[in-house]
């Protein structure tokens, strides 16, 4: 039984370039989250995926970034264009919504720590 | 606007007595809680939760206590241990609202031995 699983756990680039992030959920697990963690703060929204259908964006996440899940399985997170403020942690969560209620346990991945310099 | 606040950055314990970390929320609407350590360049571990029906939750040393007329929960480690000291965060979500959580700023707990 694995756990949520992200690559690569680090990347420096050069502001104005382009990344991308690699998220495996735990398999049978229908829901996928992206979080943001920067220094000193709680982790924030950014996207949530049901199945391969993107439901959710958070204001956080502008223009430069996106986001898949194509075939409801592993997803990306790509950021265009960045900057030095997109240096943060980049965290990948998945559950499995259980007993029809909307809310559930979000487990999370070691993350990817961003640094643009 | 913080809706999910933990208000000590910090908490010192010894080994063997009782941590005890709280979080308030301000969004009536929160109906689900869970807590989450977290290690130093690992993600977010997944520790207890409680749903708003309920206002104890128990597993193992860690017991959750909510207090949904004073917007309160807390969480209890018994006996503590110097593998717990980590930061220890808080989460709320809100059905009607979507699925997404929203963090607290974390509590650092350090306990001695």
């Known amino acids: 039984d694995t756990g949520v699983s992200q690559n690569p756990r680090h990347k420096i680039t050069k502001r104005g370039q382009n990344v991308t992030f690699r998220c495996d959920p735990i398999s049978e697990h229908n829901r996928l989250y992206w979080y943001r963690q920067t220094l000193g703060q709680g982790p924030e929204f950014l996207t949530y995926?049901?199945?391969?259908?993107?439901?959710?964006k958070s204001r956080l996440l502008s223009d430069r970034f996106s986001a898949e899940r194509p075939k409801g399985s592993f997803s990306t997170l790509e950021i265009q264009r960045t900057e030095q403020g997109d240096s943060a942690m980049y965290l990948c969560?998945?559950?499995?919504?259980?007993?029809?209620?909307?809310?559930?346990?979000?487990?999370f991945g070691p993350g990817t720590r961003l640094t643009v310099l | 606007d913080q809706q999910v606040k933990q208000n000590s950055p910090s908490l010192s314990v010894q080994e063997g007595r009782i941590s005890i970390l709280n979080c308030d929320y301000t969004n009536s609407m929160f109906d689900y809680f869970l807590w989450y350590k977290k290690y130093p360049a690992e993600g977010p571990t997944f520790l207890i939760s409680?749903?708003?029906?309920?206002d104890k939750n128990e597993d193992g040393r860690f017991t959750v206590f909510l207090n949904k007329s004073a917007k309160h929960l807390s969480l209890h480690i018994v006996p503590s241990q110097p593998g717990d000291s980590a930061v220890y965060f808080c989460?709320?979500?809100?059905?009607?609202?979507?699925?997404?959580?929203?963090f607290g700023k974390g509590t650092t707990l350090s306990v001695s031995s």
């Open positions: 995926f049901q199945n391969e259908a993107q439901l959710e």
């Open positions: 989460a709320a979500s809100a059905w009607q609202a979507g699925t997404a959580l929203i």
């Open positions: 969560a998945s559950s499995r919504l259980a007993g029809g209620h909307g809310t559930d346990t979000q487990y």
């Open positions: 409680i749903s708003s029906i309920k």
